[in-house]
Every structure is written in C-alpha cells, then in structure tokens.
C-alpha cells in the first residue's frame, strides 16, 4: 500500500501552481470582500454589509436565477447537439474530419469578432436573419432577437451553443473512439438499427464523456461573460445581465471592487455547489452502469 | 586575428551602447492606434525628432481593458510614465495618489476653458493635462432630409417633429433611438438647463429626480417624439447603439441618429454619405443644446520611471499646433482658450451652438453625475421605451435609488 | 432483437439491386443533411470573411452581400501593421510550450486522484474544482505582484508558467475521468512485472491517453491563442507580443470598424485553423491507437 500512497508525489507539481494562483487569489478575493476596496488605495472593513446587499435585494437573486437558467438551456442544447454531431460523425468517417474542423471553428474566433458579427445578424433593422427571413417569405416571422426582453437571452443562448457545439462534439468523438470496435459489430451482426447501436450500446459506454462534457460546460457557462456582454450589455434593461456582467459592471465599470469581490465569492460558491451536486450524480451514474 | 576580432567586437559593442543610451519613453493610451489613430503616430515621429535622445513606446490598451491591466502596474510601482487617463480614472487613481501633480502653475493651466479646469482640479493639483472636449448630437442625413424638403438640420423640438412627420411620410426611418446612449443625449439635453439648475446637486442627492420639473418634462418630450413617428420604441430600446446603429446611418437607411462626434472618421470614409453634425434639439434653446463630452488627458503616474521626459511629451502637446493636429483627428474641440477651430464643415450647427453659449459639459464626464448612475439611465431608459406609458416616476425614482446607494 | 437478418440469401436480381439504391441513397441524403447542417454552422464565419474583403462603403450599402471584387486592400493594410510573422511565431511559441506543460502535470496529477479514492484525493480534487470555479479578472493582480516578485514580468518563461496555472485544473479534471475508465487490470500486470509508480505511468497509461491529449491539447490551444489580457499584462517587450495583441490594436473603443478588424482577426486565427487541420491527422491516428487495446 505504500507503493500506492507515493502516487501522491505525482499531484505535488499541479498542486503547488494551483495554490499559488487560485487559491492564494482566493483568499486575497474573500479578503477584499468584506471591504468597500476601489481597486487602489485603500480598503476600509465593512464586515458582512456587502453579502448582506446582494441578499437583500431583488436586482442579484433575479441575476443568480438567471444566470442558473441560461446555464441549464446552453448546456442542455450543448450535449444534444454535440451527441448529434459525434454520433452522426462517428459513422460518416469520409466527411468527419471537414466536419469536426468547420464545427471548431466557430469556437478559435475570438469572442468580438464572433459578438459583431452576430449582433449583426441578429439586428432587426436589416440584420441578416431578418433579412434572410424577409427574402425567403417568411416575413412575419421576423423578430427584434436581442432587443426583445423575451427573446434575448435565447438569442444569446443560441449563439452560444453555436460557437460551442464544436467543443462537445469533440469530446464525445473522443469518447465514440475509446468504444471497441468488436461492440459496434456485435450490435451489427444483432441486426440492431442505428438508433437502436446508438442508445442502448454507444450511450452507456459514453458515460465518462458525458460527465467531462457537462461538467465542464456548466461550470464555462456559469462563469460566461464575454458573449453575453458583447451581444446586449446585459439589456434590454436587464433581461440578460448574467451574475458575471454584473461583477464586471461593478469591478470596472463602478470600481466597487470590495463589493465585485463579494458577488465573485457568492458565485464561486454557487459554481462549485453545482460542479459537486453535478459530480455526484452523474458519477454515480456511470458507476451504476 | 582573435584578438582584433575581439577588440573590434568591443568596440563596436560600445558604440552599439553609447547610441542606445536613450531614454524610452513608456506610453499607455487608449488612442494610437489602427482604429482610433487620432494623429499620434505622425506626433511621435515629431516628438522623436525634437527630442532624439527620448524614444516613445505607445502601447494601444481600450479604456476598458485600462482598469484591468494599469491598477496591478501603478500598485506594483512599475507604471508607464505617461498614461491617458479620463476624469474617473483621475478621481480613483489620483485619489488613490497615485498621479503626479502637473502643478497649477504650468503655462497651459490658466489657459484652460474654466468649467473644463474647474472638473479637473482636485483639492488645488492637476493631474492630468486634457486633451480634447469632443461633441455629442445629431448626425442628419441632409440627402434623406431634402428628399422631404427640408434643408437644415432640425435644432429645435418643433422642427425635430416637423422633419420626423415628413419623413414617416415618405417611408424614410426618421430617427435611431436606442436606449442605451442616443436616448440618453436626448433625455439629458432636455433635462439638464444650461442656464439652471447645476447637475452636481442631483449628483450628491440634494435634488430628487422624480420631482422634477424638467426631467419630467424630458420624458414627455420623448413621448411626443413617439407621437411624431420618430421611431418605434419597443423596436428601439435595446438596439445596439455603438455597432448597429452608425452602421444603419451609414447605409443611408436613418436620416438622424444622436451619437458622438468620434463617428465622424468612420462617416466621412463612405462615399455618398452628405451628413451634417448638429447639436441636440432642447426645450432650453434655439439653436439646439450642445453636449461636450470632457475628454481624455495625459497623466504622469507617481512612480513613473522617466519623469523628465514624461513632462516633455506633456509639454509637446501643449504647443498648440501639436495640439491641433490631434484634435483635428479626433473631430474634437480644445479644451484651452484661444485655440483655432479645428472642426470640419459639416459640424457647423454644433460648433454656432457651442459659439452662442448653448452647451453643457456631459455631466457623466464631469462626475457631476456618479459613474453608477451611467448604467442605470443606459438600463431605466431602456426600460421605460419598452413601457412608454408608465409614469415617470417609475423611471425617475430608480435614478434617485441608485444616487442614494451611492452616497 | 433478432430481426430478418440483412446477409440472408439474395432474392431476385431487382430485389438486391434496389437495396442496394436504397442504401446507397439514404447514405447519400444522411451525408447531404450533415453537411448542410454543418455549413450552416460556417455561415457567420463566411459572412465575416466576406466583410473582411469589402471596402467601406460597400459594408455601408450591403453589409451581408457578396463582395463586388475581393478588395484585398484592407489585407495589406491589417497586414503592414501587424508584425505578423514574429506575433505568429511569438504565440506559436508559448501555446505550444502551454501545452507540453499542462499536458505533463495535469496527467500526472490525474493519476493518482484517479486510482486512489480516499479523502486525500477528494480534498485534492476539491481544491482543482477550486480552479476551474475561479473567475479569469480574480487572478489578474495576484498574478503580477507574484510574478513581479519572482522577476517573471516580461519573460516568455513566465507567460508560459501562467498560461499553464491557469489551464491545469482543466487537465486535471480531464485526465481524471478518462484514467479511471482504463481498466485496472493492466496495471495489475504491470505491478506483477516489477514496474514502480513512475514507470507504469509512462508506459502503460500514458499512451492510452493518447485521444484525451489531443482533445485537451486542441481546447488548451483555442484558449492560449486567444487571450490576450495575460500578455497585454505580463509582457511589454515589443518583440514578445502575441498574435492576438496585434489584431487587438484594430478593435476600437466604441463600436468596431469590420474593414479593419475582420481581416486582421482572419489573420490571427488562420494559423490556429491551419494548426488544427494539421494536428487531425494526429487525433485519427491517436484516437483509433487508444481504441485498440
């Protein structure tokens, strides 16, 4: 057993960069929290009055609710899509690899470039799809995407999913690789339909895929920023602002750093609630299997 | 054969040193660069040239990416020695100490516009030379406008609704509204009286939004804009206003949209495109209200490496012909007395207001108003063209909220 | 599940001919529906790229159209400003220094959080999770009074190291679930052949990770190439600067001009899209190794 526990030696090198720039920060950002900290200068203690604040009012428990829904809707349409796509992909090799590259390209574009483009297209002035819609008919269907409070954050949604769906993807083919191919003839010779393989022989042995893949989005998706705040800013008047673009907002925009401190710990902690709640289930999921 | 290898590599080695005993002068600007050059790439290669002892290294860092990357560096004492630094910078950063006093006693300090020097004294230092007062009003399409028959731009509300009505007429979009910034130029220009009521007290909560009579007033002025088919308010209110919009007034499909005169590059560059730049229309004028936005300016952090030559860039843009170059590519006024006019022909109507006394400095660049309170008008207004007939004071009153947070 | 078996014996001529045209045509029409539903997904990209090789005024008039010419203009405008060649080789440079890093520790790490499930490896792993959690702006000024303490600031070497402390905990998490669904069994018989710790790790483990490590190598790559805060924070050197901080200088701080920004943002991410199209082959050739036990 001893033979076992210097296993242990081998996390000493990830263990020594992890404290020292995550949990260190940590530290400092619990710290700042319980201060009216500007980002310089000095930091006077104000005690709990900050966590009080978000607590108390609406304005942060509507954007905690909200940025938990728009997490379930994007990592839902990631691991449907993404399934899709690797499942289809697994078994159309002479397109595959033209296909994984032009799923994975949305995602090496940098997040302005992508915002632009789609706020663009989203307009409802003569933004693309508008326009598209326009020429082929379907005129009435037309929508005001972002500036609409009921429809924004779906818009943003989507355009997540589409510049991720390449990332899930890829981690299902991983996962469709590591599967035997003696299985898939078995299923085969069993006269078992593509589906039929699909769900009851593929999806099962997908199981560690599916914990990596979801897991990680979630956790990418509870932290997002950059998308969301490019596309609306968080508007129309708050339909979209995401708990990130408020620390944002707060951190930079206001310079309330001591109090941006404090929403960073309060959705730090959601983030690894969820991350746990998440591990256990789907773990002990692929440990019934 | 080694050794005069070896004395001649010395030597040139020395020489290579003795030249590149310079200083390098560190330079951190949200202008510079390929988008918003501004002139400083010509004024550097002046500035090298009057001074050859001093090369300038500018870094391109967007204001907003600033707050990330320059507060670790001024705390680390390892800051660049000049930075650009707008007034909420010079609020956090110089009351964190962390700027040099440029000294009351410079040359260009009584030069300066009075209301511009006022903001940006603090407790008897300077610690920033500005730059520039840039413009924010109408851009108006004088083609789409004569194809109505009008041939100036509107500057008062009656002509504003008279050029909307004609316009709907026709088929033509009269007006961008967007919630997050052109509402706000309208809603502040008839809120705010130049002649009146100083925007700092309601800043400090002396003076509550929602019993006012001219902020009410404003948002009825915005609902008779709605009246006069101007625009479509729930279509507006979350369009974006810094992409979308100028790229719909370029394509020629609006005939006015209110934004800041940093646009004015980017409208020039298309062909075709015959605009005008004229003040906001305001129930406290005739020839239209113009807004000034209080610009950016150089400061000198506190632990700056290269003082001296910090200074000598500060005083290079002091001269006003260096000056005017820069502001000439901004489409900006100076903030200094006496200078000459820089501003093309087609912000006439901007610039005869300014001229008659018809202008308020942008209060959110003054800090009259509290950085907070930017957002939440950016957010309320957008609100409010979503429900257009809610009362004011559902609007109103979130202001006074977010002033008394701030306190 | 048995059902009429596919090889039974061939009826008449036309049957087995019109199974086959069946076959063949549903292949045809699946093959056709996912590369249309993947070409939809490349639309807004070709969009961009059609923007990039318009003038000015065309984006006025017709921002989504195709291009009248493809006006090259604004290429070579992006292009003599970028410094591109060296900004290319600077970011090539550290991604694939980021990589090697992360892939090494995070697998190691893995390991043994992996195999051995007690309490010491659940504190471990909570306090991974701690990293993957953490917002990117909270590290930032920690970050630089460390590094400016160890004399890190402006050295590839500490833009390196912290590209890596920033993507461990992603690696680790990867390499953990995909390690513990390696069956024990062979490293059983390994440990009967007298191997210690370190060897089994490098011979048996490590190459069946093959397909993970390409997989985490592709994210961790996508992530380095593209930030540009970290270098914008920690390198000042001219000659240093990464790819991104060159299309950087075109975004503007109110809105974006396409004619300026798309090309150099083609630019920027060309050399990552040829990268990957390279490194395919790479993943085909890992993926179908670690499949064949």
């Given at each position: 057993?001893?033979?076992?526990?210097?296993?242990?030696?081998?996390?000493?090198?990830?263990?020594?960069?992890?404290?020292?720039?995550?949990?260190?920060?940590?530290?400092?950002?619990?710290?700042?929290?319980?201060?009216?900290?500007?980002?310089?200068?000095?930091?006077?203690?104000?005690?709990?009055?900050?966590?009080?604040?978000?607590?108390?009012?609406?304005?942060?428990?509507?954007?905690?609710?909200?940025?938990?829904?728009?997490?379930?809707?994007?990592?839902?349409?990631?691991?449907?899509?993404?399934?899709?796509?690797?499942?289809?992909?697994?078994?159309?090799?002479?397109?595959?690899?033209?296909?994984?590259?032009?799923?994975?390209?949305?995602?090496?574009?940098?997040?302005?470039?992508?915002?632009?483009?789609?706020?663009?297209?989203?307009?409802?002035?003569?933004?693309?799809?508008?326009?598209?819609?326009?020429?082929?008919?379907?005129?009435?269907?037309?929508?005001?995407?972002?500036?609409?409070?009921?429809?924004?954050?779906?818009?943003?949604?989507?355009?997540?999913?589409?510049?991720?769906?390449?990332?899930?993807?890829?981690?299902?083919?991983?996962?469709?690789?590591?599967?035997?191919?003696?299985?898939?003839?078995?299923?085969?010779?069993?006269?078992?339909?593509?589906?039929?393989?699909?769900?009851?022989?593929?999806?099962?042995?997908?199981?560690?895929?599916i914990t990596v893949s979801v897991m990680l989005t979630t956790i990418g998706t509870l932290k997002t920023f950059e998308l969301p705040f490019i596309l609306t800013k968080g508007g129309?008047?708050?339909?979209?602002?995401?708990?990130?673009?408020?620390?944002?907002?707060?951190?930079?925009?206001q310079y309330k750093f001591g109090f941006a401190s404090a929403l960073s710990i309060v959705m730090l902690v959601i983030v690894l609630a969820v991350a746990f709640l998440q591990n256990?289930?789907?773990?002990?999921?692929?440990?019934?299997? | 054969?080694?050794?005069?290898?070896?004395?001649?590599?010395?030597?040139?080695?020395?020489?290579?040193?003795?030249?590149?005993?310079?200083?390098?002068?560190?330079?951190?600007?949200?202008?510079?660069?390929?988008?918003?050059?501004?002139?400083?790439?010509?004024?550097?290669?002046?500035?090298?040239?009057?001074?050859?002892?001093?090369?300038?290294?500018?870094?391109?860092?967007?204001?907003?990416?600033?707050?990330?990357?320059?507060?670790?560096?001024?705390?680390?004492?390892?800051?660049?020695?000049?930075?650009?630094?707008?007034?909420?910078?010079?609020?956090?950063?110089?009351?964190?100490?962390?700027?040099?006093?440029?000294?009351?006693?410079?040359?260009?300090?009584?030069?300066?516009?009075?209301?511009?020097?006022?903001?940006?004294?603090?407790?008897?230092?300077?610690?920033?030379?500005?730059?520039?007062?840039?413009?924010?009003?109408?851009?108006?399409?004088?083609?789409?406008?004569?194809?109505?028959?009008?041939?100036?731009?509107?500057?008062?509300?009656?002509?504003?609704?008279?050029?909307?009505?004609?316009?709907?007429?026709?088929?033509?979009?009269?007006?961008?509204?967007?919630?997050?910034?052109?509402?706000?130029?309208?809603?502040?220009?008839?809120?705010?009286?130049?002649?009146?009521?100083?925007?700092?007290?309601?800043?400090?909560?002396?003076?509550?939004?929602?019993?006012?009579?001219?902020?009410?007033?404003?948002?009825?002025?915005?609902?008779?804009?709605?009246?006069?088919?101007?625009?479509?308010?729930?279509?507006?209110?979350?369009?974006?206003?810094?992409?979308?919009?100028?790229?719909?007034?370029?394509?020629?499909?609006?005939?006015?949209?209110?934004?800041?005169?940093?646009?004015?590059?980017?409208?020039?560059?298309?062909?075709?495109?015959?605009?005008?730049?004229?003040?906001?229309?305001?129930?406290?004028?005739?020839?239209?209200?113009?807004?000034?936005?209080?610009?950016?300016?150089?400061?000198?952090?506190?632990?700056?490496?290269?003082?001296?030559?910090?200074?000598?860039?500060?005083?290079?843009?002091?001269?006003?012909?260096?000056?005017?170059?820069?502001?000439?590519?901004?489409?900006?006024?100076?903030?200094?007395?006496?200078?000459?006019?820089?501003?093309?022909?087609?912000?006439?109507?901007?610039?005869?207001?300014?001229?008659?006394?018809?202008?308020?400095?942008?209060?959110?660049?003054?800090?009259?108003?509290?950085?907070?309170?930017?957002?939440?008008?950016?957010?309320?207004?957008?609100?409010?063209?979503?429900?257009?007939?809610?009362?004011?004071?559902?609007?109103?009153?979130?202001?006074?909220?977010?002033?008394?947070?701030?306190? | 599940?048995?059902?009429?078996?596919?090889?039974?014996?061939?009826?008449?001529?036309?049957?087995?001919?019109?199974?086959?045209?069946?076959?063949?045509?549903?292949?045809?029409?699946?093959?056709?529906?996912?590369?249309?539903?993947?070409?939809?997904?490349?639309?807004?990209?070709?969009?961009?790229?059609?923007?990039?090789?318009?003038?000015?005024?065309?984006?006025?008039?017709?921002?989504?159209?195709?291009?009248?010419?493809?006006?090259?203009?604004?290429?070579?405008?992006?292009?003599?400003?970028?410094?591109?060649?060296?900004?290319?080789?600077?970011?090539?440079?550290?991604?694939?220094?980021?990589?090697?890093?992360?892939?090494?520790?995070?697998?190691?790490?893995?390991?043994?959080?992996?195999?051995?499930?007690?309490?010491?490896?659940?504190?471990?792993?909570?306090?991974?999770?701690?990293?993957?959690?953490?917002?990117?702006?909270?590290?930032?000024?920690?970050?630089?009074?460390?590094?400016?303490?160890?004399?890190?600031?402006?050295?590839?070497?500490?833009?390196?190291?912290?590209?890596?402390?920033?993507?461990?905990?992603?690696?680790?998490?990867?390499?953990?679930?995909?390690?513990?669904?390696?069956?024990?069994?062979?490293?059983?018989?390994?440990?009967?052949?007298?191997?210690?710790?370190?060897?089994?790790?490098?011979?048996?483990?490590?190459?069946?990770?093959?397909?993970?490590?390409?997989?985490?190598?592709?994210?961790?790559?996508?992530?380095?190439?593209?930030?540009?805060?970290?270098?914008?924070?920690?390198?000042?050197?001219?000659?240093?600067?990464?790819?991104?901080?060159?299309?950087?200088?075109?975004?503007?701080?109110?809105?974006?001009?396409?004619?300026?920004?798309?090309?150099?943002?083609?630019?920027?991410?060309?050399?990552?899209?040829?990268?990957?199209?390279?490194?395919?082959?790479?993943?085909?050739?890992?993926?179908?190794?670690?499949?064949?036990?």
């Open positions: 057993m001893r033979a076992r526990h210097s296993l242990y030696l081998f996390t000493i090198p990830a263990l020594l960069v992890i404290g020292l720039f995550f949990v260190h920060p940590i530290i400092l950002t619990f710290d700042m929290s319980l201060t009216n900290f500007k980002g310089i200068g000095e930091a006077k203690e104000v005690g709990w009055r900050n966590y009080e604040r978000i607590f108390s009012r609406d304005r942060y428990i509507r954007e905690i609710w909200l940025t938990l829904w728009y997490t379930v809707i994007v990592v839902s349409a990631l691991t449907v899509t993404g399934l899709f796509f690797a499942a289809m992909l697994h078994r159309l090799p002479l397109i595959r690899n033209f296909s994984r590259a032009a799923l994975y390209t949305p995602a090496m574009m940098s997040f302005v470039v992508v915002g632009y483009v789609w706020q663009f297209l989203y307009s409802p002035l003569n933004g693309g799809i508008n326009v598209a819609l326009r020429d082929l008919g379907l005129g009435g269907w037309e929508q005001n995407w972002l500036g609409d409070p009921a429809l924004a954050l779906y818009s943003v949604a989507f355009t997540q999913v589409w510049m991720f769906t390449g990332f899930t993807c890829a981690i299902f083919l991983a996962g469709f690789a590591g599967i035997p191919e003696e299985i898939n003839e078995a299923g085969r010779l069993e006269g078992a339909s593509s589906w039929q393989r699909f769900r009851y022989l593929e999806l099962p042995l997908l199981g560690p895929s129309p008047d708050g339909a979209t602002r995401l708990l990130s673009i408020d620390i944002i907002d707060n951190l930079f925009g256990k289930i789907l773990r002990d999921r692929e440990h019934a299997q | 054969m080694i050794r005069t290898f070896g004395i001649a590599a010395t030597l040139t080695a020395g020489l290579i040193g003795a030249a590149q005993a310079q200083t390098v002068l560190d330079v951190v600007a949200w202008k510079g660069n390929e988008a918003e050059p501004a002139g400083l790439p010509g004024l550097i290669e002046k500035f090298e040239a009057a001074h050859p002892d001093i090369e300038v290294e500018l870094t391109y860092v967007a204001r907003k990416d600033v707050d990330k990357v320059i507060p670790p560096r001024l705390q680390g004492g390892n800051p660049p020695d000049v930075t650009m630094v707008d007034s909420a910078l010079v609020d956090l950063w110089g009351g964190a100490g962390f700027l040099t006093d440029l000294g009351t006693d410079s040359p260009w300090y009584d030069r300066m516009v009075p209301a511009v020097r006022e903001v940006m004294t603090s407790d008897g230092q300077i610690l920033v030379y500005p730059l520039e007062v840039i413009g924010m009003g109408n851009f108006v399409n004088m083609d789409l406008l004569a194809n109505v028959g009008i041939e100036t731009a509107p500057v008062t509300l009656e002509a504003l609704k008279a050029a909307c009505q004609a316009l709907a007429e026709e088929g033509i979009a009269p007006m961008i509204f967007a919630g997050g910034f052109p509402a706000m130029l309208f809603v502040g220009a008839n809120g705010i009286d130049p002649k009146g009521i100083s925007p700092a007290e309601y800043g400090t909560g002396a003076r509550m939004f929602v019993e006012d009579a001219n902020f009410n007033a404003s948002l009825d002025a915005v609902r008779d804009l709605v009246a006069a088919e101007c625009f479509d308010p729930a279509l507006q209110a979350g369009l974006d206003p810094w992409a979308t919009a100028p790229q719909e007034f370029r394509a020629g499909n609006v005939a006015i949209l209110p934004q800041g005169a940093w646009n004015i590059g980017t409208f020039s560059d298309v062909e075709g495109l015959n605009y005008q730049f004229a003040p906001m229309p305001s129930a406290f004028s005739d020839h239209g209200l113009a807004l000034d936005l209080v610009g950016p300016g150089w400061a000198i952090p506190r632990d700056a490496e290269h003082p001296e030559a910090a200074r000598a860039w500060i005083d290079f843009f002091a001269e006003e012909e260096n000056l005017r170059v820069f502001l000439e590519a901004e489409g900006a006024y100076s903030p200094y007395v006496g200078g000459r006019d820089t501003m093309p022909d087609l912000a006439a109507p901007y610039t005869a207001a300014r001229a008659a006394g018809s202008l308020i400095l942008w209060p959110f660049s003054t800090l009259a108003f509290p950085k907070p309170l930017q957002s939440e008008w950016e957010d309320s207004i957008t609100g409010f063209l979503l429900n257009i007939d809610k009362p004011n004071e559902d609007t109103l009153q979130r202001w006074d909220d977010v002033v008394e947070d701030n306190l | 599940m048995s059902m009429t078996d596919v090889h039974s014996a061939p009826r008449a001529n036309h049957g087995a001919d019109w199974d086959q045209i069946r076959r063949r045509a549903k292949s045809i029409l699946v093959h056709g529906i996912v590369l249309a539903l993947v070409g939809l997904m490349l639309l807004p990209l070709v969009y961009m790229v059609m923007m990039s090789l318009k003038t000015s005024t065309e984006i006025a008039q017709d921002p989504l159209g195709l291009p009248d010419s493809l006006y090259w203009g604004n290429y070579m405008a992006a292009l003599s400003s970028m410094g591109y060649l060296r900004s290319v080789l600077n970011s090539l440079g550290i991604t694939l220094s980021v990589i090697v890093v992360v892939v090494f520790a995070g697998a190691m790490a893995a390991y043994p959080l992996a195999r051995l499930e007690n309490r010491i490896s659940r504190v471990i792993v909570m306090v991974m999770a701690l990293g993957l959690a953490t917002p990117n702006f909270v590290t930032i000024t920690p970050i630089y009074v460390i590094f400016r303490d160890l004399g890190l600031l402006d050295s590839y070497l500490g833009i390196v190291l912290a590209f890596a402390a920033l993507k461990l905990p992603l690696a680790v998490f990867f390499y953990t679930s995909f390690i513990a669904a390696i069956p024990i069994e062979l490293e059983e018989a390994a440990r009967l052949d007298n191997c210690n710790n370190w060897q089994i790790f490098w011979h048996v483990i490590r190459p069946l990770l093959a397909p993970v490590t390409a997989t985490l190598s592709l994210f961790v790559m996508i992530m380095v190439w593209n930030d540009f805060i970290y270098p914008l924070l920690l390198l000042t050197d001219k000659d240093k600067l990464t790819v991104m901080i060159a299309v950087y200088k075109f975004v503007g701080n109110t809105g974006i001009d396409p004619t300026k920004l798309f090309p150099a943002a083609v630019l920027g991410s060309l050399p990552l899209l040829i990268m990957f199209a390279l490194f395919q082959r790479k993943i085909m050739a890992g993926a179908t190794a670690g499949a064949v036990k």
